[in-house]
């Protein structure tokens, strides 16, 4: 999940972008990037860290132009922390390129053999999406008329993409000449948001990995690209679209709904503010089944991403909801920083304790997921140390038991605290007196009630099963394996950034000698 903006405006774009960033930077705080254009000219600035630390006033001035993208980046593939593979990635020909990706690919690996022994192309880094780039750049290239190219090349090029790659990918991409084009894949794993802006010059578009960048630079949310659909808009700012996949059916990420989107987005039609509501509400129906509500003095959540189902719950069990732990504005979120050790120090530096309401009570912890188990460890060490009587904790979602290929680095089972282990022993882990998890069909419900034409979800994480069909248990290893290496650059480096590298699979690079074939 990283965070995407394309946008065709009337007026320069280097500010809206930033702002647009600013409200996505929860998707990913590793690197950040804009890119804008004027006449067929690209200008870009990228670098690794946060959006406030990557522009100053000197790059914003030196980003002119009515259209560009952004991206802000959480990675997983290559590794965090390397510049070369933030976005977005430039390609000269056909064209000329420029694109932000979120999402992750399954078959990058053998794309890139591809792209190397069939299509000539040379990848510079391990990132996939500059895989993803150099396979559209390809089918531009096949598509294209001679020099020209056009809607229906554009929309030939996506299909060909579709046919191709495997995975996750909403994307949005500048053709350097011709216009913003956006697509998604044929399951919409990753989502993608259509926006308008009426001016007296004619309507604006923007497309945004979420719709809070399009409530807060004054567009109206249109819809949301279909899945396998392509968006493009042309430099006079017309609008088409045209579904490219064969087959096609939408099955957005759940986990978007349980912790990566800001809760005041609409993703598909749903709000993510509601249905975290309705996961608080189901998730007090399955408390009730387990603890006597009696027996809880006190509802707390641990903040952010967990308040809306927490007050839910609260109101549902009809016990007190209380803000038991502060949290410290300036620091990320803590489960998309790399590197565990990182993120067990983050942990403690960004909530702190009440004290009164921990002290001689029973207190009910409530968080949106237990991944490693970092967080809830932390937080359930820190309400005894404040005093608590008992300590129990339910989470709004599922055990997370899987990996995740579509977009959230969690690639090892080793690492996810749930696999293997039954909830008490995760209960005994975490230290809590009582664990209580969320039923998958309840957490789907919570969704699909908001919007009951979301007929499938990926919930790989919480199952197992990856919809895209091409993930078993040799690719599993394949990326645990990679992930377990030391790879020989990092020798040196901490053991921070030696487990931030090499998040998911390592594609290998090719370079070609005289004689090779
Ligand atoms: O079991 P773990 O590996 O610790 O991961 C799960 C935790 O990480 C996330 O919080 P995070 O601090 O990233 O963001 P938030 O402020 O949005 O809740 C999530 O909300 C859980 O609290
Ligand atoms: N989380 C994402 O969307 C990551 C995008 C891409 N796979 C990268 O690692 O840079
Ligand atoms: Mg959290």
Same mark, same amino acid.
């Given at each position: 999940?990283?965070?995407?903006?394309?946008?065709?405006?009337?007026?320069?774009? =280097?500010?809206?972008?930033?702002?647009? #960033?600013? @409200? /996505?930077? *929860?998707?990913? !705080?590793? +690197? $950040?990037?804009?890119?804008?254009?004027?006449?067929?000219?690209?200008?870009?600035?990228?670098?690794?860290?946060?959006?406030?630390?990557?522009?100053?006033?000197?790059?914003?001035?030196?980003?002119?132009?009515?259209?560009?993208?952004?991206?802000?980046?959480?990675?997983?593939?290559?590794?965090?922390?390397?510049?070369?593979?933030?976005?977005?990635?430039?390609?000269?020909?056909?064209?000329?390129?420029?694109?932000?990706?979120?999402?992750?690919?399954?078959?990058?690996?053998?794309?890139?053999?591809?792209?190397?022994?069939?299509?000539?192309?040379?990848?510079?880094? =391990?990132?996939?999406?500059?895989?993803? #780039?150099? @396979? /559209?750049? *390809?089918?531009? !290239?096949? +598509? $294209?008329?001679?020099?020209?190219?056009?809607?229906?090349?554009?929309?030939?090029?996506?299909?060909?993409?579709?046919?191709?790659?495997?995975?996750?990918?909403?994307?949005?991409?500048?053709?350097?000449?011709?216009?913003?084009?956006?697509?998604?894949?044929?399951?919409?794993?990753?989502?993608?948001?259509?926006?308008?802006?009426?001016?007296?010059?004619?309507?604006?578009?923007?497309?945004?990995?979420?719709?809070?960048?399009?409530?807060?630079?004054?567009?109206?949310?249109?819809?949301?690209?279909?899945?396998?659909?392509?968006?493009?808009?042309?430099?006079?700012? =017309?609008?088409?679209?045209?579904?490219?996949?064969?087959?096609?059916?939408?099955?957005?990420?759940?986990?978007?709904?349980?912790?990566?989107?800001?809760?005041?987005?609409?993703?598909?039609?749903?709000?993510?503010?509601?249905?975290?509501?309705?996961?608080?509400?189901?998730?007090?129906?399955?408390?009730?089944?387990?603890?006597?509500?009696?027996?809880?003095?006190?509802?707390?959540?641990?903040?952010?991403?967990?308040?809306?189902?927490?007050?839910?719950?609260?109101?549902?069990?009809?016990?007190?909801?209380?803000?038991?732990?502060?949290?410290?504005?300036?620091?990320?979120?803590?489960?998309?920083?790399?590197?565990?050790?990182?993120?067990?120090?983050?942990?403690?530096?960004?909530?702190?304790?009440?004290?009164?309401?921990?002290?001689?009570?029973?207190?009910?912890?409530?968080?949106?997921?237990?991944?490693?188990?970092?967080?809830?460890?932390?937080?359930?060490?820190?309400?005894?140390?404040?005093?608590?009587?008992?300590?129990?904790?339910?989470?709004?979602?599922?055990?997370?038991?899987?990996?995740?290929?579509?977009?959230?680095?969690?690639?090892?089972?080793?690492?996810?605290?749930?696999?293997?282990?039954?909830?008490?022993?995760?209960?005994?882990?975490?230290?809590?007196?009582?664990?209580?998890?969320?039923?998958?069909?309840?957490?789907?419900?919570?969704?699909?009630?908001?919007?009951?034409?979301?007929?499938?979800?990926?919930?790989?994480?919480?199952?197992?099963?990856?919809?895209?069909?091409?993930?078993?248990?040799?690719?599993?290893?394949?990326?645990?394996?990679?992930?377990?290496?030391?790879?020989?650059?990092?020798?040196?480096?901490?053991?921070?950034?030696?487990?931030?590298?090499?998040?998911?699979?390592?594609?290998?690079?090719?370079?070609?000698?005289?004689?090779?074939?």
């Amino acid at each position: 999940m990283c965070g995407i903006i394309g946008v065709v405006a009337s007026t320069p774009v =280097n500010q809206l972008l930033y702002d647009g #960033l600013m @409200v /996505l930077q *929860h998707r990913g !705080q590793d +690197a $950040a990037g804009i890119s804008t254009a004027e006449g067929s000219t690209f200008h870009m600035h990228k670098g690794p860290g946060l959006v406030r630390d990557v522009f100053r006033t000197r790059n914003m001035r030196a980003l002119p132009g009515n259209w560009g993208i952004a991206h802000c980046r959480y990675p997983t593939a290559g590794s965090a922390y390397n510049f070369a593979e933030a976005q977005p990635f430039y390609v000269n020909s056909p064209f000329g390129l420029m694109l932000a990706h979120n999402g992750n690919l399954t078959n990058a690996e053998e794309l890139k053999q591809q792209l190397f022994k069939l299509d000539l192309r040379h990848i510079n880094t =391990n990132s996939d999406s500059e895989v993803l #780039l150099n @396979v /559209l750049a *390809h089918e531009l !290239q096949r +598509a $294209a008329r001679g020099t020209v190219l056009d809607q229906d090349a554009i929309f030939t090029a996506v299909r060909g993409v579709h046919k191709r790659v495997r995975g996750a990918y909403a994307v949005v991409v500048m053709i350097a000449g011709y216009g913003l084009l956006a697509f998604r894949d044929p399951f919409g794993i990753r989502p993608l948001v259509l926006g308008k802006n009426v001016t007296p010059e004619g309507n604006e578009w923007m497309l945004a990995s979420e719709s809070v960048p399009l409530d807060t630079l004054g567009f109206e949310r249109v819809d949301d690209a279909a899945p396998g659909e392509a968006v493009f808009v042309d430099l006079d700012r =017309n609008m088409v679209r045209k579904q490219c996949a064969e087959t096609h059916a939408l099955s957005p990420c759940l986990f978007e709904y349980v912790y990566l989107a800001r809760p005041d987005s609409m993703l598909d039609d749903v709000s993510v503010y509601e249905t975290r509501l309705r996961m608080g509400e189901a998730l007090a129906a399955k408390v009730r089944k387990i603890i006597d509500p009696a027996e809880i003095d006190v509802v707390i959540p641990i903040p952010d991403s967990s308040r809306p189902a927490a007050l839910q719950m609260a109101q549902a069990l009809g016990i007190p909801f209380r803000e038991g732990f502060v949290k410290n504005r300036y620091i990320g979120r803590t489960f998309i920083m790399p590197g565990q050790s990182t993120r067990k120090k983050s942990v403690r530096q960004k909530l702190n304790t009440v004290g009164q309401e921990f002290a001689g009570k029973n207190v009910m912890l409530v968080d949106d997921s237990i991944v490693r188990g970092t967080t809830s460890h932390e937080i359930v060490e820190m309400a005894r140390a404040a005093g608590a009587k008992k300590v129990y904790f339910a989470s709004a979602s599922p055990p997370v038991r899987f990996p995740n290929v579509y977009g959230i680095d969690m690639p090892t089972r080793g690492e996810l605290i749930a696999t293997g282990r039954t909830d008490a022993q995760i209960a005994a882990l975490i230290g809590a007196d009582e664990l209580v998890y969320q039923d998958l069909e309840a957490l789907e419900e919570s969704v699909r009630a908001c919007n009951p034409n979301i007929t499938g979800f990926d919930a790989s994480c919480f199952t197992g099963n990856y919809i895209t069909g091409d993930v078993d248990a040799a690719y599993l290893d394949a990326i645990e394996q990679s992930r377990n290496q030391k790879p020989a650059a990092q020798q040196n480096a901490s053991e921070d950034d030696d487990e931030a590298g090499n998040t998911a699979q390592q594609i290998e690079m090719f370079v070609r000698r005289p004689g090779q074939e």
